[in-house]
């Protein structure tokens, strides 16, 4: 059983910075990862996601967030990241990391829908104000 855990959120003004943390047990570096957000009313949206592969990392974006955000992993310390930068009232969510046993490849890359996911985190806000 993985337990995920996430820290690192917080409130910020646009154009801030934060980096999300999620630490997880019987860590796999095989695993998908992913990070997910859900705003008040909404569905839960996929963020970003990354696998490793024998050259490195390969990782995805959903288009929102290309060119700030940055999502990589730490396998020697089993944990998860994700970089975000210019953050926008938009970006305001409950965030949470995910984690894939198997490698599911979509039109937009591996591990882009919730249902890809096994295992979840509880989640951490991050709210952007204006």
């Known amino acids: 059983q993985v337990q995920l855990v996430e820290s690192g959120g917080g409130s910020v003004q646009a154009g801030g910075s934060l980096t999300l943390s999620c630490t997880a047990s019987?860590?796999?570096?095989?695993?998908?990862m992913g990070w997910f957000r859900q705003a008040p009313g909404k569905e839960r949206e996929w963020v970003a996601s990354?696998?490793?592969?024998?050259?490195?990392?390969?990782?995805y974006y959903t288009r929102s967030v290309k060119g700030r955000f940055a999502i990589s992993r730490d396998n020697a310390k089993n944990t998860l990241l994700l970089r975000m930068n210019n953050l926008q009232p938009q970006d305001t969510a409950m965030y949470y990391c995910?984690?894939?046993?198997?490698?599911?490849?979509?039109?937009?890359?591996?591990?882009?829908?919730?249902?890809?996911?096994?295992?979840w985190g509880q989640g951490t806000q991050v709210t952007v104000s204006s």
């Open positions: 019987a860590y796999n570096s095989k695993y998908c």
């Open positions: 995910a984690a894939a046993e198997v490698w599911v490849k979509r039109s937009d890359g591996y591990c882009i829908a919730s249902s890809d996911y096994r295992y």
């Open positions: 990354i696998i490793t592969t024998t050259t490195g990392s390969d990782t």
